[in-house]
């Protein structure tokens, strides 16, 4: 059956460094894969997609990669801060003629000062 | 901004009951979607609502669930005899097309089943 998995359940880093988010996925080809930012309590907030063409997506201080071959998904913050602790999740469509889209089960990273 | 708003915030009830919850995703978008998060774990897919009908649904969505759309700004789920697991977060996302499928998520319902 189709998997996703976020490898670290918790990720702690100090302040100013790059965290790097690992997801990946099996017996799946997808189309594109997300990742949102979700906050204790609240929704999921939508933060980048990046399609099976695209090796790489920039917004800010955020990258994303995509490696179909290797089935994975790399998220980066560089230069991070405090405000950046939160879950950061990714996300891929597994319907097949409709919209189906699964979340991993969440990376949790805290940011040190 | 455009934002999906869901109703109550917070809901108790009674096992057996049935609920409501309530949702009114961003006024152009056409996909609808619920998802719910038991406390610790992760965001669970149940349905997603399409042209007025369910496009996909998780093998959480049994019977006891159901969803409508009874007006051109609702989206409702109801839970028809709760039952202590339901227990959760229950959360309404809407998008707006198949190829561009940025989920906005409301802030959800908590469900309290007794």
């Not at chain 2, 109703?7 to 009830?13: G, K, L, R």
């Not at chain 2, 978008?29 to 719910?36: A, E, G, I, K, T």
Request: proline residues 4%; glycine residues 4%.
């Amino acid at each position: 059956s189709q998997k996703i998995e976020q490898n670290s359940e918790a990720l702690n880093i100090q302040e100013g460094k790059t965290a790097t988010l690992t997801c990946n996925y099996t017996n799946y080809s997808p189309a594109y894969l997300q990742w949102y930012r979700q906050d204790p309590g609240r929704g999921p907030v939508f933060l980048l997609l990046i399609r099976e063409n695209e090796k790489e997506k920039r917004k800010e201080r955020l990258k994303v990669t995509f490696d179909t071959t290797l089935k994975q998904s790399l998220f980066h913050i560089t230069a991070s801060q405090p405000a950046d602790s939160a879950t950061y999740l990714c996300a891929l469509d597994l319907g097949s003629s409709a919209s189906k889209i699964i979340f991993g089960s969440g990376t949790r990273l805290s940011i040190r000062p | 901004e455009p934002e999906v708003t869901q109703t109550p915030s917070h809901q108790v009830t009674q096992m057996g009951q049935e609920v409501i919850l309530r949702c009114v995703p961003i006024s152009n978008h056409l996909y609808f979607y619920w998802y719910r998060q038991i406390l610790g774990q992760k965001v669970e897919f149940l349905v997603s609502f399409y042209n007025n009908e369910i496009s996909e649904k998780s093998e959480i969505f049994d019977d006891q669930f159901s969803v409508e759309r009874p007006d051109g700004s609702n989206f409702t789920l109801k839970i028809r005899s709760t039952k202590l697991e339901d227990s959760a977060m229950y959360f309404c996302a809407s998008s707006e097309d198949r190829d561009d499928e940025k989920l906005f998520f409301g802030s959800g319902t908590q469900l309290s089943v007794l």
